[in-house]
């Protein structure tokens, strides 16, 4: 079972860009798809990006990009920083994903395991 570990939250102003880590500690890493999401609470996580080893399987538009590294990291670049992006991030990781259509990678219960988030502030 893989154990993913989130990093590079924090306090942020407005229009600045913001990069988070999620450190995924498998020797298998290269196998499974790796995802963003973020969750207000008291809401459902909404899906920001996955990436499988490939490349990006699905991703909102806009201001969010993610990349994996090739030993363990994937990354979320997220530029122009907006209040509302003050939010908990996860980091989410699903094994032997193949096959799928871009709805799949959306869907928060199709992934396995989570990491325990990091919290973004964005002030104005």
């Known amino acids: 079972q893989v154990r993913l570990v989130e990093s590079g939250g924090g306090s942020v102003q407005a229009g600045n860009s913001l990069r988070l880590s999620c450190t995924a500690e498998t020797r298998a890493f290269p196998t499974y798809t790796m995802a963003w999401f973020r969750q207000i609470p008291g809401k459902e996580r909404e899906f920001l990006t996955a990436?499988?080893?490939s490349g990006v399987a699905d991703s909102v538009a806009g201001r969010f990009t993610m990349s994996r590294d090739a030993k363990s990291q994937t990354f979320l670049q997220i530029t122009n920083l907006l209040p509302e992006d003050t939010v908990t991030y996860y980091c989410?990781?699903?094994?032997?994903?193949?096959?799928?259509?871009?709805?799949?990678?959306?869907?928060?219960?199709?992934?396995?395991?989570w990491g325990q988030g990091t919290q973004v502030t964005v002030s104005s």
């Open positions: 989410a990781a699903q094994n032997g994903v193949a096959g799928k259509g871009a709805s799949y990678y959306r869907d928060a219960p199709n992934y396995d395991t």
């Open positions: 990436i499988r080893w």
